[in-house]
C-alpha cells in the first residue's frame, strides 16, 4: 500500500455530513496521532521551500492547522482568511459558491503588501470556489499568489478549474 493510501486510511469518511449526499472528509485522526502530523506538514511544506513564500494565508476553519505549521516551516508569516463578520479590522470581502451553500470570506485589509508572496492553504480543495475566493482577496490587496495547497483533493467536483494559472499542490487525492 501506498504511503497516500495508508494516509487516506487515517482520514474518516462521514457520509451525510453536514447534509445528505455530501462525504465529508474528517482530517481529526490523522492530525491527533503525533507522527502524521509532522508528516503531513513536511509534505504540505516541501513543494514551496526556497520559492520566498513571505505569507501562507489559509482559510477558517480547518486551513488553519496545516497553515499556521506550513507558515513556520516555511519562515513566512501567517494571516488568516476568516468567514463573514469574524475579523476586528477593516476588511475586505468576496462572496463565494460552497460545495453545500454560499459564504463570504474576509481578510483584515492591511494583511498583505504588493511585496508579499502568498501561499493559500486549506484542508480540502472541493468546487474550487473557496480557495479562488481567497486567490481573488489575496490579488486585490497586491499580493502575488505563488499557489494554493491542500492536503485533499476531490478531484471530481473540479476544484482545479477554478483556479486557471495558479500551480495546486494536494497530497491525498479523491
Ligand atoms: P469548495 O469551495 O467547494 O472547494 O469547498 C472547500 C471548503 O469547504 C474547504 O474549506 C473545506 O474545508 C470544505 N469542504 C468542502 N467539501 C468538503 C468535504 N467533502 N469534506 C470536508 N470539508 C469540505
Redesign the pocket.
Known amino acids: 500500500m501506498s504511503r497516500a493510501d495508508e494516509l487516506k486510511r487515517m482520514v474518516r469518511d462521514v457520509p451525510d455530513f453536514p447534509q445528505q449526499g455530501?462525504?465529508?472528509?474528517?482530517i481529526t485522526p490523522l492530525l491527533a496521532d503525533r507522527k502524521t502530523f509532522g508528516e503531513v506538514i513536511d509534505l504540505m511544506s516541501i513543494h514551496w521551500k526556497g520559492k520566498g513564500t513571505t505569507l501562507v494565508a489559509a482559510?477558517?476553519?480547518?486551513?488553519f492547522i496545516p497553515g499556521a505549521a506550513i507558515a513556520i516551516r516555511l519562515d513566512a508569516g501567517f494571516i488568516p482568511i476568516r468567514k463573514a463578520g469574524k475579523l476586528p479590522w477593516r476588511v475586505l470581502s468576496h462572496s463565494?459558491?460552497?460545495?453545500?451553500g454560499t459564504d463570504q470570506l474576509d481578510v483584515h485589509q492591511d494583511a498583505i503588501q504588493p511585496t508579499d508572496k502568498v501561499l493559500i492553504v486549506?484542508?480540502?480543495?472541493?468546487?474550487?470556489?473557496?480557495?479562488?475566493?481567497a486567490v481573488e482577496l489575496v490579488r486585490k490587496l497586491g499580493g502575488q499568489v505563488i499557489g494554493v495547497q491542500v492536503l485533499?483533493e476531490?478531484s471530481q467536483?473540479g476544484?482545479r478549474k477554478?483556479l486557471p494559472g495558479i500551480e495546486v499542490v494536494s497530497e491525498l487525492v479523491y
Do not use: P, S
Open positions: 455530501i462525504t465529508f472528509r474528517d482559510i477558517e476553519a480547518r486551513g463565494y459558491q460552497l460545495e453545500y486549506d484542508d480540502v480543495l472541493a468546487t474550487g470556489g473557496t480557495a479562488a475566493a485533499i476531490l467536483l476544484g477554478r
